[in-house]
């Protein structure tokens, strides 16, 4: 079953401008993932934000996490046009650290 | 390290034909996925295994879908007789614990795609 969800579905913006992407989830969890995915490919692991962070940065990846809100959101600062792809998230729940459940995902389009 | 292997890449089937998919995952990682991902969805888990039992296999269609990971390496995918619905990439992951974060993070083939005519 989904647990996560994002928003918004699709996203299209132009090179060097910032995306925001949401993700909700439903019960209490001990991560939370995101994953991108470029067309016609598997499944690339980007960011892990644990349940006891707020914020996390990796490059021009920003992930906060509210867990009383139960969402999450992902920034992409200066976007490119390779950062063009498909953003799931991912929660790992607190009862199964091995199990992952997987939102819908962010179409994301990077106009040159 | 070298990646999850995943063959084939494409297959093109008739209804009611069977097709089988391989997997090998990065060496030393004892959880295995297979994931089904019809297009414009989210991956939806078919199967979990941990080392060559099997964890989680609630939303694997057993009627037509078996899976097995012999030695607890490589892994196998079935489907037969496969039906229209069938078609989407099947993905395969593996993942090893990481200690820093605490957490299961995983590594995904480049998937197979299946058309089913």
């Known amino acids: 079953s989904q647990q996560g969800e994002e928003d918004p579905q699709a996203l299209s913006i132009q090179e060097g401008e910032n995306a925001t992407m949401n993700c909700s989830y439903k019960?209490?969890?001990?991560?939370l993932q995101w994953y991108r995915q470029n067309s016609g490919r598997g499944l690339v692991h980007l960011i892990l934000?644990?349940?006891n962070e707020r914020e996390k940065h990796s490059g021009r990846l920003r992930v906060t996490l509210d867990t009383s809100k139960k969402s999450s959101s992902l920034l992409i600062t200066a976007s490119r046009a390779a950062d063009t792809a498909s953003y799931f998230c991912?929660?790992?729940?607190?009862?199964?650290?091995?199990?992952?459940?997987w939102g819908l995902g962010t179409s994301l389009a990077v106009n040159p | 390290e070298a990646g999850v292997a995943q063959s084939p890449r494409y297959k093109i089937i008739e209804k009611r034909q069977s097709v089988a998919f391989w997997c090998n995952p990065i060496?030393?990682?004892?959880?295995l996925y297979w994931y089904q991902q019809i297009l414009g969805q989210g991956p939806k888990l078919l199967i979990q295994?941990?080392?060559?039992?099997?964890?989680?296999d609630s939303q694997l269609p057993k009627d037509r879908f078996s899976a097995e990971r012999l030695k607890g390496v490589d892994s196998t995918l079935k489907i037969q007789p496969a039906k229209l619905e069938d078609s989407a990439v099947y993905l395969c992951?593996?993942?090893?614990?990481?200690?820093?974060?605490?957490?299961?993070?995983?590594?995904f083939g480049a998937g197979s795609r299946l058309t089913v005519l």
């Open positions: 019960t209490s969890i001990n991560n």
């Open positions: 060496s030393g990682h004892a959880t």
């Open positions: 992951a593996s993942s090893g614990w990481d200690r820093h974060s605490g957490a299961n993070v995983l590594t």
């Open positions: 295994f941990q080392n060559n039992g099997v964890v989680d």
């Open positions: 991912a929660t790992g729940n607190a009862g199964n650290n091995r199990k992952l459940i």
């Open positions: 934000i644990r349940s």
